[in-house]
C-alpha cells in the first residue's frame, strides 16, 4: 500500500494538468479573447458645413454604431497613371475624430470624397457614401458659393 505521502502530490499535479488545460469544448484558452474581424458599420451622413467664423470648408460624418471602433480614414478620389486605386488616404483620426478640415483653395474645385471606419482589430469598414464637395476661394471673391452636399442638421425637415 502506497503512502499518502506519494498520492497526495500525484493528486495535486493532475488537478493542476486539468485546469491548466481547460475544461469543456471551447478551444479558446482560459482568459484569452479571440479577436473579432467583422467589419464595423461604415460612417454614414458624409457632408461638409462651414465654419461661420472663417469661412473654412469641413468634411464631416456620423460615427459607425459599431463597438471596438478605433478610428476613421477619409480618402479623396485622385485618379493617378502611377497606382492601382483612384482613391487617396488623406486622413486618419480617433473614435472621437467626425471631421476633417477641407483645404483651402484658390479657384473653385469638386472634389469627392469617402469615409470608413477602422476596428481594434484593424477591421475596416465598408465605404461610406461619397461626398461630392464644391469648394470655393475665402470669403469675398465674387465666385464664392455653398458647398454641396450639406450634412443635414437637426432643424433640417
Same mark, same amino acid.
Given at each position: 500500500?502506497?503512502?499518502? &505521502?506519494?498520492?497526495?502530490?500525484?493528486?495535486?499535479?493532475?488537478?493542476?494538468?486539468?485546469? @491548466?488545460?481547460?475544461?469543456?469544448?471551447?478551444?479558446?484558452?482560459?482568459? =484569452?479573447?479571440?479577436?473579432?474581424?467583422?467589419?464595423?458599420?461604415?460612417?454614414?451622413?458624409?457632408?461638409? /458645413?462651414?465654419?461661420? =467664423?472663417?469661412?473654412? *470648408?469641413?468634411?464631416?460624418?456620423?460615427? /459607425?454604431?459599431?463597438?471596438? =471602433?478605433?478610428?476613421?480614414?477619409?480618402? @479623396?478620389? /485622385?485618379? /493617378?497613371?502611377? &497606382?492601382?486605386?483612384? *482613391?487617396?488616404?488623406?486622413?486618419?483620426?480617433?473614435?472621437?475624430?467626425?471631421?476633417?478640415?477641407?483645404?483651402?483653395?484658390?479657384?473653385?474645385?469638386?472634389?469627392?470624397?469617402?469615409?470608413?471606419? =477602422?476596428?481594434?482589430?484593424?477591421?475596416?469598414?465598408?465605404?461610406?457614401?461619397?461626398?461630392?464637395?464644391?469648394?470655393?476661394?475665402?470669403?469675398?471673391?465674387?465666385?464664392?458659393?455653398?458647398?454641396?452636399?450639406?450634412?443635414?442638421?437637426?432643424?433640417?425637415?
Amino acid at each position: 500500500m502506497k503512502s499518502l &505521502r506519494h498520492i497526495v502530490p500525484m493528486l495535486a499535479t493532475l488537478a493542476l494538468a486539468l485546469i @491548466l488545460s481547460g475544461c469543456g469544448n471551447d478551444s479558446t484558452p482560459t482568459g =484569452v479573447n479571440p479577436i473579432d474581424d467583422t467589419p464595423p458599420a461604415a460612417p454614414a451622413q458624409v457632408g461638409v /458645413s462651414s465654419d461661420p =467664423v472663417t469661412g473654412n *470648408y469641413i468634411l464631416e460624418w456620423t460615427a /459607425s454604431t459599431s463597438p471596438g =471602433v478605433t478610428g476613421y480614414q477619409v480618402f @479623396l478620389y /485622385s485618379p /493617378s497613371p502611377d &497606382r492601382d486605386n483612384a *482613391y487617396q488616404l488623406v486622413f486618419e483620426s480617433d473614435e472621437n475624430g467626425l471631421l476633417y478640415p477641407l483645404p483651402r483653395v484658390s479657384m473653385e474645385t469638386e472634389q469627392i470624397y469617402r469615409v470608413r471606419a =477602422v476596428s481594434t482589430s484593424g477591421t475596416r469598414s465598408n465605404w461610406s457614401d461619397l461626398a461630392l464637395v464644391t469648394l470655393t476661394p475665402p470669403r469675398g471673391d465674387e465666385t464664392t458659393k455653398d458647398p454641396l452636399p450639406r450634412r443635414p442638421t437637426a432643424g433640417d425637415e
